[in-house]
């Protein structure tokens, strides 16, 4: 535990402007990121007695050993660089918003030439509109086979336009009336693209207009007696009636808005959002999150909003956001919404009439979320610190191994082999630190060597980390030993395996040991990177460093776990001791008897069948096994589809397919003339001769044979066989 006054600012480094501001915690890990209209006011608040700050706020300031800022221009530019600086290095201090489930949208993909209508999940792309989110995916496809009647927009898979274009044929959606099917040219591309924008402005609120059209429109079919196409105008308009009795009205001004709810407690928080659009409620969302730091309703609201609106642009952001508190400073994100819509928005707290009441059914359904939550997670929190403790026991490591690391090796008879490394945290997996290692320093099958290999280079890359940010002492004497054992023409080696030319935060104050600024890896004579720059200027440089991401090698488990038994235990334990690090527990999980082994014992440890500890360690092994055989069978995939021309150094796939297709098959490429293969787009002369010299030197595919008549099938002009 640090000492805060160990790198409290020293008065009148840090500026009184606005800002934002980073804690940083003993490997260089971003663990909070705060701002602040005066940073010299927000930071001094951190460095009172530990006994009169909030016990969260005491934890993180214990838990940090350094603290850096960068100064802004205004509250608006804080306030952006603040959720920037949270998405980036997703901060263990800060309270973050993370979707219950993958809500499904609607989606109409306008950056297509024929757009579809479809349900999409996941990051939103460009040129797609969306519409939602929506609790269940039947409920889009409801609505949407409601609206095909009326709007015949396509709905198909690539693949099946595809065919129908290459047969003449539309899909069965195109014979019963709801599609347009551009497949087969029934429209033009200009007049489908029309239906779809009709369908994205009704699903965006604009009904009323649309709905008297139709109405106008079957009055005036009826009158010139076309009672056929009066008829279907009628059931028309009756779908798009029952469409929008789905979603019943809520504002009768055709308002658009968003509005936020929380519920708390001590120790957690639930957000829900209600999505209005037209004055009908087109979406429901809702989140759940520890409340690791000191914050208040109106601080949960601001974090809600920059989860929210953080990635959208436009008419996304709506004009009115409706929240049960003001953020701190409401003007200036009032102002970052407005910067993010393109036009004002307002941010108010509902006093009265239907807004304020259906505030009250948002905050309902917070609450129920957040009590369906507590009793989910209740077991749930439990078993997991009970497995962490019975490993602790088991293995009578110090502490429970909050962070786990397991690596398994992979292979089809010695080809193509490959580990994985899994990462699970507090007992729940972590996928964004998973990683795939080929095997690069010999050929064959010998997981134990393989498994020595792997551990070695993934633990360099965190010694490396390690030397790049100066956390290796040197002696003073020539190859002196440091703290760990290692020495100082090793420890060159290592720091040697870092990128040069990034340069450390200006704006870093003292870190928890004080070391000087030429250590390895700080900018200093010897550092490659050059001179580090002067400290507690109260900025940060343009060129930022990279430390404090979560996705890097600098953050060690507390517990090394490998698929298998006693020898990929001791190839593990020898990597590490080679490497000087003996502070990580080691042990393997043999299939067989589900046995646990531990280095240098002859004996197995046994945990028993219902144990909670051996069921954890069991689906982090599986884990392992899962990702590493999906890695060996992609590798595996691909080296049986390559063909001659993946041979070719420097040809990608733009420009092979550009020779396939130029020339439609392998076979006439092959006979083809280098100044034949110079007329392709974008090949030019030595590429050409590259492309001829390494067909010539590859041997042609033997003819497929049928084995029902033993006719030999020659490959025809076109690439496929007869």
């Known amino acids: 535990m640090a000492d805060p006054s160990s790198y409290r600012p020293k008065p009148g480094q840090i500026p009184d402007s606005p800002g934002v501001y980073k804690f940083r915690d003993e490997h260089r890990r971003v663990i909070y990121v705060g701002k602040a209209k005066s940073l010299r006011q927000r930071l001094a608040n951190y460095f009172q007695p530990l006994t009169s700050l909030h016990p969260r706020t005491a934890t993180m300031v214990t838990t940090a050993a350094s603290v850096e800022w960068t100064v802004v221009a205004t509250e608006v530019e804080a306030l952006q660089l603040e959720y920037s600086w949270i998405k980036e290095f997703d901060p263990r201090f800060n ?84 599609c347009a099917a551009p497949c087969v040219g029934r429209v033009t591309p200009e007049e489908h693209r029309e239906l779809a924008e009709d369908f994205s402005d009704f699903m ?24 056929e196409r009066a008829a279907r105008l009628r059931d028309d308009l009756g779908a798009l009636k029952k469409a929008l009795e789905k979603n019943a009205i809520v504002f009768n001004d055709a308002t658009d808005a968003d509005l936020i709810a929380v519920a708390e407690d001590e120790l957690e928080a639930a957000v829900q959002i209600f999505h209005v659009r037209g004055g009908r409620v087109r979406g429901q969302r809702g989140w759940v999150t520890d409340k690791v730091e000191a914050v208040d309703t109106a601080g949960l609201v601001e974090h809600a909003l920059q989860q929210l609106y953080g990635e959208e642009t436009g008419d996304s952001v709506p004009k009115e956001v409706l929240v049960p508190a003001l953020p701190e400073d409401a003007d200036a994100v009032s102002g970052w919404l407005a910067s993010r819509r393109g036009s004002a928005v307002s941010l108010r707290i509902p006093q009265r009439g239907d807004k304020k009441a259906l505030m009250v059914t948002v905050a309902r359904n917070a609450q129920q979320a957040l009590v369906l939550h507590k009793t989910k997670r209740a077991s749930d929190l439990t078993t997991r610190s009970r497995a962490l403790e019975e490993i602790a026991t088991a293995l009578e490591l110090d502490s429970a191994p909050l962070r786990i690391e397991c690596f398994d090796i992979s292979h089809l008879q010695g080809d193509d082999v490959v580990a994985s490394m899994v990462v699970f945290e507090d007992g729940l997996a972590r996928k964004s630190e998973y990683r795939r290692f080929q095997i690069k320093g010999f050929e064959g099958q010998d997981d134990v060597r393989s498994m020595h290999e792997v551990i070695s280079r993934r633990f360099k890359r965190y010694l490396s980390e390690k030397a790049r ?33 990034e340069l450390q935060s200006v704006g870093e104050l003292v870190d928890a040991s004080g070391r000087p600024t030429d250590a390895p890896g700080r900018g200093g004579p010897g550092d490659p990177a050059g001179p580090a720059p002067a400290p507690h200027s109260g900025e940060v440089s343009a060129l930022q460093d990279e430390d404090g991401r979560p996705k890097r090698f600098a953050y060690p488990p507390q517990l090394l776990v490998v698929d298998g038994g006693r020898p990929q235990v001791a190839a593990a334990k020898r990597a590490l001791d080679e490497l ?18 531990v280095p240098e014992e002859d004996d197995p440890v046994v945990l028993p069948r219902s144990s909670e500890g051996l069921y954890l360690l069991q689906r982090v092994r599986d884990e392992a096994h899962r990702f590493a055989i999906t890695y060996q069978r992609a590798k595996r995939t691909k080296r049986f589809k390559a063909g001659p021309l ?27 003339t280098i100044d034949e293969i110079c007329e392709v787009p974008g090949i030019g002369r030595k590429t050409a001769e590259t492309v001829a010299a390494a067909l010539a030197e590859a041997v042609p595919a033997a003819p497929a044979v049928n084995t029902a008549t033993g006719e030999i099938m020659e490959e025809d002009d076109g690439g496929s066989t007869t």
């Open 95 to 178: 309270v973050k918003y993370r979707d219950d489930k993958s809500y499904p949208y609607l989606a109409v993909t306008m950056n297509e030439e024929f757009p579809r209508v479809q349900v999409m999940r996941g990051a939103k792309k460009k040129g797609v509109r969306y519409f939602g989110p929506y609790s269940h995916a039947w409920a889009i496809r409801e609505t949407v086979d409601l609206m095909l009647r009326v709007f015949p927009v396509r709905t198909c898979s690539a693949g099946v336009f595809k065919r129908s274009a290459q047969i003449g044929r539309p899909c069965l959606l195109g014979y019963i009336g709801k």
């Open 469 to 501: 940010t100066g956390e290796w002492v040197e002696e003073e004497s020539s190859g002196g030993a440091d703290t760990s054992g290692r020495t100082v023409g090793e420890l060159q080696t290592v720091n040697e395996l870092q990128p040069h030319g």
């Open 204 to 227: 965006a609120g604009r009904t009323g207009a649309y709905l008297r059209r139709v109405e106008q429109q079957m009055m005036a079919a009826a009158e010139d007696m076309e009672y």
């Open 580 to 597: 000087g690090i003996d502070d990580i527990a080691v042990c393997g999980l043999a299939k067989r008897l589900e046995e646990v082994w």
């Open 646 to 672: 993946d041979a070719v150094p420097g040809l990608g796939d733009t420009r092979k397919h550009a020779l396939i297709k130029h020339f439609g098959s392998v076979k006439r490429l092959r006979s083809a």
